[in-house]
């Protein structure tokens, strides 16, 4: 019989209960990534994200699992990132040397890796998720690799079949796919294996790559402790070998017919014999339309995003997207407040103060729950949101985090009176990312400052200022909320004969200096009736 089509809300309940059919004891759940340059929130999403929600779901369905974030330290320093502020003189010697031996680029870390490694760790709290951390210089240097090493030796020349069969290579049979660490220069690119005895390794380093040069050295070594390396493409089979993988995921140009997915698979099967991990490949990020690249200096690392937004923000994009579609992200526009406003809404349908089909809340309430860092709370929590805090930082820029907390509950923004320690902490984080946000990222169109007093050169028509000056009357006279206002601005227009938008414009002109600005009414309620008829009143 078939089985039942289940319609799963979220993605990763259908990775989870796939791996559940597999049987397996404990499933290990893999990340991976090389330390030379930042962890961007693009990797983010591949080798952090991911198997952090497929780990959730196991856990949700009483399966043991582990997450593993492999730092693969052990690679070669190939390139000098841009924008580090560093002198590359500094650096070029180092070139082709593993990632783990080169000095850091900021002083008080180790390495060059650690630098980049513990940017990540120091974050990775913060989000909620705790791999367990796993270098694979200290792994190889700890002799794991050893036996997956030993088992590519014994088995060299089926290893360059396999390889020229599916890579489309041309390696030679008798060639020998290890790389031996130059015992006089540290480096492993630029040296060849040229026999194994079954004990020995006899090797040359006498090749040369763009970024480093063989130093023309010939020895020979027993292999164990970490001086040989193995290729990239044996590399990650290896690490499943060792590890046990069931999952993971890796970005979707591994998966190109005949690349290191394709080889890494038939090598788990056919030289370590192995079952590969399940695999799924993932999309870009794209942030302002351009794929992110760890080298690049204007990247945004997980430390750079919890500067301008919540934590819970990147993980709800992480689970709200499927793995296989792109994300085109921008923190120029309003994509990014769109964001705010959905995490919001979720938070709403989660405690029942809003409702969707049964589909749409029962994926909400998922997306909301997979994004928490710091556990469920028991009521709704306080909300503020995104827009109306960079309004408010705005409108009051003198005044402290806490001050703006009173006015945003003086003026009705916040619907509670004594907020609890949990509450309060999110509403001057979102005032100060609000203010961050502005401060790096926001569009001009967003930004403004209130005027003093209404422009002195403002052009403006008899039925505008007639307009204004209707608005002014009315606000000393009658109290409104945010609906009310609305409406009043459409009567007054109607009854003079002008275009509502043209009464918009009018008013964002004498209290900004622009033709556009934050939503009117509530602008005008937080700035306060009397300054605002005060301020109309002047053209
Ligand atoms: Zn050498």
């Excluded at 397996?24 to 990534?33: R, S």
């Excluded at 929600?53 to 052990?74: A, H, M, P, T, Y």
């Excluded at 120091?122 to 997956?148: C, H, Q, R, T, V």
Aim: glycine share 6%.
């Amino acid at each position: 019989m078939e089985k039942p089509k289940i319609d799963y809300y979220v993605w990763a309940d259908k990775v989870a209960d796939q791996l559940r059919e597999k049987n397996t004891k404990k499933h290990v759940l893999h990340g991976m990534w090389t330390p030379s340059g930042y962890f961007h929130i693009g990797n983010s999403r591949v080798e952090l994200m991911i198997p952090h929600f497929v780990q959730r779901s196991l856990e949700n369905i009483g399966i043991k699992s582990e997450q593993n974030f492999i730092v693969d330290d052990f690679d070669d320093f190939d390139k000098i990132p841009e924008g580090l502020h560093i002198k590359k003189e500094k650096f070029e010697h180092y070139l082709g040397k593993p990632l783990r031996e080169v000095p850091s680029p900021v002083e008080g870390h180790d390495s060059w890796a650690d630098f980049f490694k513990n940017d990540i760790i120091s974050a990775m709290e913060k989000f909620g998720i705790n791999p367990s951390i796993k270098s694979s210089y200290e792994s190889y240097k700890k002799g794991l690799y050893d036996k997956a090493i030993k088992i590519v030796l014994e088995n060299s020349q089926k290893v360059v079949q396999i390889w020229n069969d599916i890579a489309k290579g041309s390696k030679q049979e008798s060639q020998i796919p290890v790389m031996p660490l130059c015992e006089n220069c540290g480096k492993s690119s630029t040296t060849e294996a040229v026999s194994w005895d079954g004990r020995e390794l006899e090797y040359s380093c006498t090749s040369h790559r763009k970024y480093a040069k063989g130093c023309g050295h010939k020895g020979k070594l027993k292999p164990g402790n970490g001086n040989v390396k193995l290729p990239w493409r044996l590399h990650w089979p290896a690490t499943w070998f060792i590890y046990s993988t069931t999952f993971e995921t890796a970005g979707k140009d591994h998966f190109a017919a005949g690349g290191s997915v394709d080889t890494g698979r038939a090598f788990a099967k056919d030289i370590f014999e192995i079952e590969p991990p399940m695999q799924i490949p993932s999309e870009f990020l794209l942030v302002d339309n351009k794929k992110l690249s760890g080298s690049a200096g204007d990247v945004i690392s997980l430390n750079n995003w919890l500067e301008f937004a919540e934590p819970e923000l990147l993980k709800f994009m992480m689970i709200f997207y499927q793995p296989q579609t792109v994300i085109d992200f921008d923190l120029h526009s309003n994509k990014f407040l769109l964001l705010a406003d959905r995490y919001d809404e979720a938070e709403k349908v989660y405690y029942g103060n809003e409702n969707k089909d049964e589909k749409r809340e029962e994926q909400l309430k998922k997306y909301y729950a997979y994004s928490q860092v710091k556990g469920l709370q028991e009521k709704m929590p306080v909300q503020l949101n995104f827009s109306i805090a960079v309004m408010v930082v705005q409108v009051f820029p003198e005044q402290s985090l806490s001050e703006l907390a009173e006015i945003l509950s003086s003026k009705g923004w916040i619907h509670t009176k004594t907020l609890t320690h949990y509450n309060k902490e999110k509403l001057l984080r979102r005032l100060e990312l609000a203010k961050n946000w502005l401060k790096k990222y926001a569009p001009d169109d967003v930004k403004f400052e209130v005027q003093h007093h209404a422009p002195k050169d403002i052009e403006l028509s008899a039925k505008e200022k007639k307009a204004l000056h209707t608005i002014a009357n009315l606000l000393k006279e009658k109290d409104y909320d945010e609906k009310s206002l609305f409406n009043e601005f459409y009567n007054v227009s109607k009854e003079l004969g002008l275009n509502p938008p043209d009464f918009f414009k009018a008013a964002y002109k004498v209290l900004l200096n622009k033709e556009r600005g934050p939503k009117l009414a509530p602008f005008i309620l937080t700035l306060g009736k009397e300054k605002v008829a005060k301020l109309f009143e002047e053209v």
